[in-house]
């Protein structure tokens, strides 16, 4: 979850890196640093505990002080989630051997950290931190006694080593720069602005326009021609791939903060998406692209908001096809049964999610079928499945996703109608009829930001002193409620729990008291009437986001004109709108930093 960067160009390194780590901090920010190679082959280093801002001033007065010295245009840098260790400044990385001549940085797990630490402290070597990652630039130490250069002792490094890591090693003494990675994302470009790694493509997207993502066991030498090895032999170079988000899409764009902005582009994300899709649904097309065996039943994998946005697309095979399905959450895959011929569907936004893909290893599949839906068609996650569909959110800077879910359910529930319209499940006209349904996804959208815009600022006064909050929701509704619940405790740092409605009188309903706010997604089910009755009764405080005349007008209308509440038998994907706006709100009158929630990072690449 960590992020790396490095870079050897002709300027100076330490504006690339921190600006490169800014686009990173999303990946953890409980620490950041960076090691820079100067000109007299030593290296100077910075760490901080704060955020890269910090770290930003203090490379400043080290060079107005005159301590850096001649820096160079090669160097490392790393923001930091913690995973083993403390939240100090000598756990935080990069990490150096005992000589200072190797500095490294390193996202991942190393198993087998315990055990290789104690054989290093037999040989003599002496540790600063307590994290895993530092017995990395260690082990390099000691194999680059055994002669050699900095890739030979990457690999041998490596090879000692159990786990996962995206590790990139500067030797400044030699000047040379190793990447290596194994079960973590890294990817390396180069350009005539100089030589890059990253574990984003985001943060080095200005300065390169093509970008090769490194195999698992891939160890890369990053000098002016690339030296790509495994297991110390030379190896065929992954295909080039283009770079398609350019720096600038990065900016606030006046925007407060990355939340606000990601919540307001998702109308302009819907209709690309949909754009590019629906001349492709209804023929079965999209489907035969896909190369997949004919399925019986789905399954949908996932984590967090990825498995949210996975049980509306399940809804939608379920209620368009009748195709029995269900919902598998990843970090308990070891111990979920995969029938036959069942098309299993894994989402991750970032393709890197660890419990998926270990729970692609513990999944028996037999006959079954994997497709990836995913934000990166360079993932490991699209490289491993059968088949993958990308979603093409674009980038997404705030860690508590929004656009990436209304991409994942509009793109997975597209794929649904085309398979069902392929396998005559339903006919191709019903299909028709549906995309033009989708095509109004964008306009709901926007309805529901503005009148969600209007309608939730005034109540946050109101509930802002609740300590725990319930959301309410039947049949389509009851994801979206989950969803709710999830961005508000992500945002806000206060409990709340979703229930479909009809449970409420099975044990929830106890919760309620005077105030207490229940959020009721109100997507047409007559039911729900008397499930707001009895909250009421209670003195709860409801929120119903409903059509016109609820508390948060938000679905239903399009620019004044009628439209239904949601997309029929699998909706109301709007109302993941006002959920979005009102966990924000709530959290910004409470101080928090909506787009780096504590303990939370984007891409959870440990288990």
């Known amino acids: ?117 104690a054989q290093l402290e037999a040989e003599r070597h002496v540790f600063a931190s307590e994290v895993d990652s530092e017995v990395v630039s260690h082990l390099i130490e000691h194999e680059l006694r055994s002669g050699g250069g900095l ?24 000047g040379a720069l190793v990447a290596a990675a194994h079960r973590s994302p890294l990817l390396v470009a180069r350009s005539e602005k100089g030589v890059f790694a990253a574990s984003d493509i985001n943060a080095i997207a200005q300065w390169v326009d093509l970008f090769q993502a490194m195999r698992d066991g891939d160890v890369v030498e990053l000098g002016e021609q690339f030296a790509w090895t495994r297991a110390g032999t030379g190896v065929t170079p992954p295909p080039f791939v283009s770079s398609i988000w350019s720096g600038t899409s990065h900016g606030l764009a006046g925007h407060a903060d990355f939340m606000g ?18 001349p492709r649904i209804a023929n079965g097309s999209l489907w035969a692209e896909l190369q997949l065996p004919p399925f019986e039943r789905v399954a949908v ?77 360079h993932s490991t996650l699209a ?17 508590a996703a929004t656009k990436t879910f209304v991409a994942q359910v509009i793109t997975g529930v597209a794929m649904a109608l085309s398979a069902l319209a392929a396998t005559r499940r339903i006919d191709r006209e019903y299909a028709r009829r549906q995309v033009d349904d989708l095509r109004r996804i964008p306009d709901l959208l926007a309805h529901a930001i503005a009148a969600s815009q209007k309608a939730i600022p005034p109540l946050i006064d109101e509930i802002r002193d609740a300590q725990g909050y319930l959301f309410l929701g039947r049949g389509s509704g009851v994801v979206y409620a989950a969803e709710g619940a999830l961005k508000l405790k992500e945002l806000s740092y206060r409990w709340a729990e979703h229930y479909p409605a009809g449970e409420l009188k099975h044990g929830p309903l106890a919760l309620v008291e005077a105030g207490t706010p229940v959020v009721v ?32 007008p938000a679905l239903g209308l399009s620019l004044g004109t009628p439209m239904p509440g949601g997309i029929d038998r699998w909706g109301p994907l709007e109302s993941v709108v006002p959920l979005q706006i009102l966990a924000r709100e709530l959290a910004l009158a409470l101080g928090r930093d909506v787009d780096k929630p504590r303990n939370l990072a984007k891409s959870v690449t440990v288990e």
């Open 1 to 117: 979850m960590c992020g790396v960067v490095a870079c050897r160009m002709p300027g100076a390194a330490a504006p690339f890196l921190v600006d490169a780590l800014r686009l990173l901090e999303y990946r953890g920010y409980d620490s950041a640093g960076v090691a820079i190679l100067t000109t007299a082959g030593t290296t100077v280093s910075s760490r901080t505990t704060h955020r890269v801002d910090t770290l930003e001033r203090q490379l400043d007065a080290l060079e107005q002080a005159g301590v850096t010295g001649a820096l160079s245009g090669t160097g490392i840098g790393h923001t930091r989630w913690a995973t083993h260790g403390a939240v100090t400044e000598a756990n935080a990385h990069p990490h150096l051997d005992c000589t200072g001549r190797i500095s490294i940085v390193h996202n991942g797990i190393i198993e087998n950290a315990v055990e290789l630490r």
């Open 151 to 174: 890739r030979e002792a990457v690999t041998a490094a490596t090879g000692r080593m159990r786990g996962s890591w995206a590790v990139v090693a500067l030797d400044a003494q030699s």
């Open 261 to 278: 902005k990601e919540i307001e582009e998702q109308p302009e994300t819907a209709a690309r998406i949909i754009d590019e899709l629906a």
């Open 301 to 377: 994998l996932g984590c967090g908001t990825s498995l949210n946005a996975g049980r509306v697309i399940a809804n939608a095979f379920g209620s368009l096809g009748d195709v029995p399905n269900s919902s598998l959450i990843a970090s308990e895959g070891q111990s979920a049964i995969v029938e036959p011929r069942t098309l299993v569907i894994a989402l991750s936004q970032s393709g890197e999610t660890a419990d998926v893909l270990r729970a692609i290893d513990d999944l028996d599949l037999g006959t079954s079928a994997l497709v990836a839906l995913t934000n990166s068609d």
């Open 383 to 399: 490289r491993r499945a059968d088949s993958m569909l990308n979603c093409n959110a674009g980038p997404e800077i705030g860690v």
């Open 521 to 552: 997604i109100d997507s047409g089910d007559r039911r729900i009437e008397s499930n707001i009755a009895e909250v009421s009764a209670r003195g709860g405080r409801v929120i119903r986001i409903g059509g016109a005349g609820s508390t948060i």
